[in-house]
C-alpha cells in the first residue's frame, strides 16, 4: 500500500510513523524548504501525549521541556494580578505533560521516521483524480504517482482540502482573534517574567513571554481585529499591525515590538470546521479539518490523537471502511470541543475591565486547595479521544 502525506507538520509526520508501521510506502511532501520552525510553547498532555509515548519519543521531548512556574496575568504598571500555578495542573494530569515548543515537537517527530519514509520539502500537491481504489496524485514538479491514500495534514489553509472539497472560506472560521509568536532574546525580559509564563492583560489584548530554559523569551501576542470574522488576507507586516495594537502599552511590551521580525508567527485564532473529513481516497488530518485553536490549547495532541486513529482502523479495515471508522470516532467529539473553545474566548481574552477582573477572581478561587480538577477543565478542556493501546505490525 502506498501514500502520500501533503504536510510535514505534527500530524503528517505522525501520520507517516503509523503508516510506515503498518507497512506501508509513504511519501511525505512539505510546501516549506525544511521543517517548519517557529511558534509557541504548547503544554502537550492527553491523548496526544499517550501517542507519543507509544512511538518512544517522550525521552526526547523530557529532554527539551521547557519548565516554569506557571502563568501569571500582569497590569499596565508590571503588578501580578492573578495566575495559576502550574504544579496544580501537573498533579490534575497526574504528571503526564511536558512543555515543548512546537519546533522541538516536530524535530523530534522528524527524528523518529525511519529511512523508509520519504520526506521532500519544497513540494506540493498539485492535482488529484480519483479513481475506483485510488487516487494519482501530481505534485508541482510535475511528478505522478499512483496511491492508495492522499492523506491532507496541511494545516488550517490546507491546500488538499481546497483540491478535494473547495475553497478555505467554507471550513475556516475565524474566532475574531489573531495570535503573534517568535522567540527573543532579552535579559531585561526575562527578569520580568520572573520563572513565569507572564502576560499584559488587557481588555481585548494580551502580550507577554516564556522564559526557556536555554535563556531566550518565547513572546506571545493575542489581540481581537474587526476583520478576524472573515478568513481573508492578513496583513505582510506583523510588526506593524502589533505596534497599531499594542501602541502605549506599558511593562516589557515596547521591548517585545520592539524584538519582532517581518516573518514571525502570526495568524488568526481560527477552527476549521467540515461535515465530513473525506472525499474518496482523500482524508483530511490534524488543523486542516479540526483545528479546535489555540484557546482550546491542544491542537497538537489531537493531531497526534487523529494520526493514530486513522493508523489504527487502516490496520483493522480496508481503506473506505478505516477513513469511516476514522471520521465517526473523531469527528463528533472534535465538534463538541470546538463549541466548547468558541465559548472559552471571553475566558482568554476579555472584551472588557469588569470581563477582566472577573476572571482574575476567578483564578483567585481556582487556586483555592481542591479547585485542581475546575481550573484544569476551564483552561483546557480535555480530549479524550479514546487512543486504544497499539499493535503494531512490524
Ligand atoms: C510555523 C508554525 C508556527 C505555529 N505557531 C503556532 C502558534 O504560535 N500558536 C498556535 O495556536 N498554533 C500555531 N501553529 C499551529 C499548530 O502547530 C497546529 O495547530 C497543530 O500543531 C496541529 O498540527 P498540524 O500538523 O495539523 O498543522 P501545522 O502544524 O500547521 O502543520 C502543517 C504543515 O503543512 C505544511 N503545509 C502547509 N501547506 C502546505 C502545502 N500546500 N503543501 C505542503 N505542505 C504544506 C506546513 O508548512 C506545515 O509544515 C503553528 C504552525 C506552524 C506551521
Not at 512511538?55 to 521547557?66: A, F, I, K, N, P
Request: net charge neutral.
Amino acid at each position: 500500500m502506498h501514500a502520500v502525506v501533503c504536510g510535514a507538520g505534527i500530524a503528517g509526520l505522525t501520520a507517516a510513523w503509523w503508516l510506515d508501521r503498518l507497512g506501508w510506502r509513504v511519501l511525505v511532501v512539505e510546501r516549506a524548504p525544511a521543517l517548519r520552525d517557529g511558534g509557541y510553547v504548547i503544554d502537550f498532555f492527553g491523548s496526544g501525549y499517550d501517542v507519543a509515548e507509544e512511538m518512544g519519543v517522550l525521552d526526547e521531548l523530557r529532554g527539551v521541556h521547557q519548565e516554569v512556574l506557571g502563568i501569571g496575568y500582569m497590569d499596565a504598571a508590571g503588578r501580578r494580578r492573578a495566575g495559576i500555578v502550574y504544579d496544580t495542573f501537573t498533579q490534575a494530569v497526574a504528571g503526564r505533560v511536558v512543555r515543548v515548543l512546537r519546533e522541538d515537537l516536530v524535530h523530534a517527530l522528524h527524528d523518529a521516521l525511519p529511512d523508509t519514509v520519504t520526506v521532500r520539502f519544497g513540494r506540493t500537491v498539485d492535482r488529484v483524480t480519483h479513481h475506483a481504489d485510488g487516487v494519482v496524485v501530481r505534485l508541482d514538479d510535475g511528478t505522478e504517482c499512483e496511491s492508495d491514500l492522499l492523506v491532507g495534514a496541511d494545516g488550517v489553509y490546507s491546500r488538499v482540502r481546497a483540491l478535494a472539497f473547495g475553497p478555505r472560506d467554507h471550513y475556516v472560521r475565524p474566532l475574531g482573534l489573531r495570535v503573534a509568536s517568535f522567540v527573543l532574546r532579552d535579559d531585561v525580559v526575562r527578569d520580568a517574567l520572573d520563572g513565569e509564563f507572564r502576560m499584559l492583560a488587557l481588555p481585548d489584548r494580551h502580550a507577554g513571554g516564556y522564559p526557556l530554559v536555554d535563556g531566550r523569551v518565547a513572546a506571545v501576542f493575542m489581540h481581537r481585529a474587526p476583520d478576524g470574522k472573515t478568513a481573508g488576507g492578513l496583513p505582510r507586516d506583523p510588526r506593524a499591525t502589533l505596534s497599531a495594537a499594542f501602541a502605549d502599552q506599558g511593562w516589557v511590551v515596547p521591548r517585545l515590538l520592539d524584538a519582532c521580525p517581518p516573518d514571525a508567527y502570526y495568524d488568526y485564532i481560527a477552527q476549521t470546521l467540515l461535515p465530513t473529513w473525506r472525499a474518496g481516497r482523500v482524508v483530511l488530518l490534524g488543523d486542516a479539518c479540526q483545528a479546535v485553536s489555540l484557546l482550546a490549547g491542544q491542537g497538537a495532541s489531537l493531531a497526534m490523537t487523529g494520526a493514530r486513529q486513522l493508523a489504527r482502523h487502516l490496520a483493522e479495515h480496508p481503506v473506505p471502511e478505516a477513513l469511516k471508522a476514522y471520521e465517526e470516532g473523531l469527528l463528533p467529539r472534535i465538534t463538541a470541543m470546538q463549541r466548547s473553545a468558541r465559548r472559552s474566548t471571553a475566558w482568554f481574552v476579555p472584551g472588557s475591565r469588569l470581563a477582566l477582573t472577573l476572571r482574575h477572581n476567578a483564578l483567585r478561587l481556582a487556586a483555592m486547595p481542591g479547585a485542581a480538577a475546575l481550573l484544569r477543565t476551564a483552561v483546557a478542556p480535555t480530549p479524550h479521544a479514546g487512543v486504544r493501546t497499539p499493535t503494531p505490525t512490524r
